[in-house]
């Protein structure tokens, strides 16, 4: 605009002074051309006067100057110049103002020489006689004036340019100020021209009217940020290039990545093929889905591409954290693959001696033998199955839940006396000691807890050994510990044996019964009520069961997790 109104100045600035210069020439032009013929007019008249009183002496003695003075005769023949030889000159009465001058007395007339650039103004009176003085003056013809003039014109136009030069930057500058100094934000009317004041006042209503989205895309953006940020779940939002238009917290935490300004695309969370793949078939407008093992555990990506009229505009992925589901679901594998190998594993010996009684291959003396071993692999299928009941009552919680005040004591006590059999077998002695501290919850279970940690103690206890059961008080807890002086459980194997069906030497273990299920129903069952389980053992000394109950019972439980 400034450039605009500048040039325009100087435009106006140059054509004016050109035009008031050529318009100036002009009538200094005229001025001079009229000055000259009165001038003339009048000298020609005293000469005319001269001539007539003195006669053709006046003519010859006289100096005229740059004045040229023609006398010609009534017909027209030239009879003094005082210029130029009079018999070289032509008949003259054909002249304009020669013509003019013998008709009415006076006379004049302009010529205009083009090779001299020149005007020449005559002046003729006619004598008594008859005869015409004529005057002549020549001077520039106005293209030579106007040329004359152009180099004076021209310093004159550059001065004029010189100024308009620095007054238009000037002007320029100072009318758009106001312009330049208009807070486009807060327009106000009355600081700048009134020719601006519907404009601003548009801009005022327009500039009102983009705050107002601008608060409500500011307020949609958070509340949509603390939507996404509260998620657990990562949220990816990307265009179609995969350039991240929104992503939350989660999504970085779960690929393991930390948020920065590198990262544009969707494709720089991971490097994973798997996840590349993923998000280029959501591109390509199918739902994709992927499994990704990162440092921080499984995730599970699901991307959808964004559809709209049948474009693809980008996609939406989300990141879920499927450690968990991904545990249970290799646990619930691995359980599987092992209660029908503990199954199998009886059962064909069953099957086996079964098949052979059949076959008439057993001798008489041999069937009660068999017969033993039958009920033994009977047991071992029965006990495996109650406790894979047990686990699966606990798991899902549906256990029979008669919760009541159950004395740990004779708890403990009755487990002695179910087990003093299998003590007295091994040689093993039991001793009880401790509080009768009550606990609530359930007797089945509490009891299914105490007898496995009693049933182990003396299975993997050595013969003539021993093992105690205490039960104590400590504030708004029952603490029951259970020892003995067996085998002790190796380092390496503490942390396992809480796994179903871990058992620490299989080989072993083998020669002892049991189903590697009966710690999994004790860290069970103690989490069932809300309390814990530690153990601690050394190898070749003996092992020390510690559970801790709260007095209040499951009644307290809160809903634990189970994992192992
Ligand atoms: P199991 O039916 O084999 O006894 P458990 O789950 O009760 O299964 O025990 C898991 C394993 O932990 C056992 O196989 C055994 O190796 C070890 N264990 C458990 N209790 C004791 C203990 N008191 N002394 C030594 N080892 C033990």
Not at 14 to 28: D, G, K, R
Not at 343 to 357: E, F, H, S, W
Not at 452 to 467: F, H, P, Q, R, T
Not at 514 to 528: E, R
Request: hydrophobic share 35%.
């Amino acid at each position: 605009m400034t450039k605009k109104i500048f040039a325009s100045i100087m435009a106006v600035s140059c054509i004016a002074v050109t035009v008031a210069m050529i318009f100036l020439t002009i009538l200094n032009y005229r001025a001079t051309t009229d000055s000259t013929a009165g001038d003339l007019a009048e000298s020609c008249g005293m000469i005319a006067s001269a001539v007539e009183m003195n006669g053709g002496r006046y003519l010859d003695e006289t100096d005229f100057g740059e004045l040229r003075v023609t006398w010609i005769t009534r017909g027209g023949r030239v009879i003094f110049d005082s210029q130029k030889d009079p018999d070289s000159l032509d008949d003259h009465s054909g002249r304009e103002e020669v013509a003019e001058a013998i008709e009415s007395g006076e006379g004049r007339s302009e010529r205009y020489s083009d090779t001299l650039m020149t005007t020449t103004l005559n002046h003729a009176h006619k004598l008594r006689d008859g005869s015409v003085i004529r005057v002549s003056n020549a001077q520039r013809s106005f293209p030579a004036q106007l040329l004359k003039s152009f180099q004076p014109l021209l310093a004159i136009l550059a001065a004029v340019t010189l100024f308009s030069f620095i007054s238009a930057s000037l002007i320029s500058r100072h009318i758009v100020k106001p312009i330049n100094n208009i807070d486009l934000d807060h327009p106000k009317t009355e600081r700048s021209y009134k020719e601006l004041a519907p404009l601003l006042r548009k801009l005022r209503k327009q500039n009102g009217k983009v705050n107002r989205q601008m608060i409500e895309l500011r307020q949609s953006r958070e509340q949509f940020d603390i939507i996404t940020e509260s998620m657990s779940e990562g949220l990816i939002i990307a265009d179609q290039k995969a350039n991240i238009l929104a992503s939350n917290a989660s999504a970085y935490r779960l690929l393991g990545v930390e948020p920065s300004e590198e990262q544009h695309t969707a494709f720089s969370l991971c490097h994973n093929e798997e996840f590349r793949r993923c998000i280029q078939n959501a591109m390509g407008g199918m739902r994709s889905e992927c499994l990704l093992s990162t440092e921080g555990g499984e995730r599970r990506v699901i991307a959808s591409p964004a559809d709209n009229c049948g474009s693809v505009t980008g996609f939406v992925a989300f990141v879920l954290d499927v450690t968990e589901q991904q545990q249970l679901e290799t646990m619930r594998r691995e359980f599987t693959s092992n209660v029908s190998h503990e199954l199998k594993t009886p059962l064909t010996t069953i099957y086996g001696i079964a098949d052979m009684l059949a076959n008439g291959m057993v001798k008489a003396e041999d069937v009660s033998r068999f017969g033993g071993d039958i009920r033994g692999e009977s047991e071992r299928l029965i006990n495996l199955i109650n406790d894979i009941v047990s686990l699966s009552q606990l798991d899902e919680n549906t256990a029979p839940r008669q919760d009541e005040e159950v004395d740990m004591y004779e708890l403990a006590e009755e487990v002695i006396a179910r087990l003093d059999m299998n003590a007295k077998e091994k040689n093993i002695t039991a001793s009880l000691e401790g509080d009768h501290v009550k606990v609530i919850g359930s007797r089945t279970v509490l009891s299914e807890i105490i007898y496995n940690l009693c049933d182990n103690a003396i299975k993997y206890n050595v013969s003539g050994g021993s093992y105690s059961v205490r039960v104590s008080h400590i504030p708004t807890k029952a603490l029951i510990t259970v020892s003995d002086t067996g085998t002790g459980i190796p380092d390496e194997h503490i942390d396992r044996i809480f796994e179903r069906f871990y058992r620490v030497d299989k080989s072993r273990s083998r020669k002892i019964k049991g189903t590697g299920l009966g710690l999994s129903i004790v860290k069970h069952g103690v989490s069932y009520h809300n309390g814990t389980v530690r153990v601690s053992s050394k190898s070749g000394k003996g092992t020390k069961f510690i559970i801790e109950l709260p007095v209040e019972g499951a009644s307290a439980k809160k809903q634990t997790e189970i994992s192992e």
